[in-house]
């Protein structure tokens, strides 16, 4: 984002679900393996397929997801966070490439205070910027006063395509893609210090 831009609190913050609010719970590798494809994007690999081994491998990705989702847990900050935009009148979303169901289940497993979440059923996947404008159009607020956080590269480069501030979650990690967040974070706590600047 212009570094001229004024320095204020959102109107709303966007969040990815797997790995940023929960713990990450999904093996990919076995995902990919359960599924007979090989490396790459689990969701492109589907939209190549047709017929019954579209099926049979939407029905083993469904599968995974639900188990991850029942067994979710938050990660160290997450109701902390969201209490405290609560407190500030911020809106929140969710934005996950997992399935409605799923994300169902994870929200009202820990009964999360969330006002949208946009799933793969209602917009093409991160990095595109669509699901983020989905979820923008429905909590009524600009995208230029949204925050998107994300711990891998897709929600970075989604918030960049969106003309979002983008904050990414690293986990301690270094950044292993260009893309640029606005702002970097190591945990949810680090980003409820952070809000404390705007005050």
Request: charged share 25%; with cysteine.
């Amino acid at each position: 984002m212009p570094p001229t831009l004024p320095e204020i609190l959102p109107a709303a913050v966007l969040f990815d679900m797997d790995g940023t609010l929960t713990e990450p719970l999904l093996d990919f590798a076995r995902i990919r393996a359960d599924m007979g494809i090989g490396p790459g994007p689990i969701l492109a690999a589907l939209l190549e397929m047709s017929g019954p081994a579209r099926l049979a491998a939407e029905a083993i990705l469904l599968r995974h997801e639900d188990e991850a989702a029942a067994r979710s847990t938050l990660n160290p900050g997450c109701r902390e966070l969201l209490a405290t935009l609560s407190a500030r009148g911020i809106l929140v979303g969710c934005i996950t490439l997992n399935s409605r169901e799923s994300a169902r289940t994870v929200f009202e497993r820990h009964r999360l205070p969330i006002e949208v979440i946009v799933t793969r059923e209602d917009a093409p996947p991160k990095p595109s910027p669509e699901p983020l404008r989905v979820a923008c159009r429905r909590l009524g607020v600009a995208e230029a006063d949204t925050w998107m956080v994300g711990d891998g590269r897709y929600d970075i480069e989604a918030g960049a395509a969106a003309t979002m501030r983008s904050i990414w979650l690293s986990h301690g990690r270094s950044r292993d893609f260009e893309a640029t967040p606005w702002r970097e974070v190591q945990d949810l706590w680090e980003l409820s210090r952070m809000l404390k600047e705007f005050e």
